[in-house]
């Protein structure tokens, strides 16, 4: 054996699982893009009603079915709050309209969603990828042992 195969053959080992360890890392990023896309600060429910009276609210979504409402103040700050009384959505929803948010706001009764977004299906799709290639890689990884 010649001294530059055995160097390539030495390599070769080691590149396996770094591209395992690399292919590990992008399902995870991609699976964190994809699941945690929640960028709202927490707030309670009277912080969220104090900026709504004092018209501080830029938009607001109220949803319903998650008890939650979520604000863009006029600073550009986002705040969620959520609520567990089921009469409370009416309340803020009639808070909202007396101060009219100059964005407006959005009442959600229902957040069944059956179809994905452009962003949601590329990811899908990345991971599919991913998940292909890491199998593939695997198995020829096996096949070389």
Do not use: C
Not at 14 to 38: E, M, Q, S
Not at 73 to 79: E, L, Y
């Amino acid at each position: 054996m010649t001294e530059a195969s055995a160097s390539r053959s030495r390599k070769r080992p080691l590149r396996k699982p770094v591209l395992l360890v690399l292919a590990v890392v992008i399902v995870l990023l991609a699976a964190l893009a994809l699941f945690n896309r929640d960028d709202y600060e927490q707030a309670d429910l009277p912080f969220i009603t104090r900026q709504i009276q004092e018209h501080k609210v830029w938009s607001a979504t109220v949803r319903d079915q998650e008890q939650r409402i979520e604000i863009t103040t006029i600073d550009g700050k986002r705040f969620q709050a959520e609520w567990e009384k089921p009469d409370k959505a009416r309340e803020l929803t009639d808070a909202l309209r007396k101060a009219e948010p100059k964005s407006g706001y959005t009442i959600e009764v229902s957040t069944t969603r059956l179809l994905l977004g452009p962003f949601e299906i590329f990811v899908g799709a990345v991971l599919v990828a991913v998940l292909v290639a890491v199998s593939r890689r695997l198995r020829r990884f096996q096949k070389d042992r």
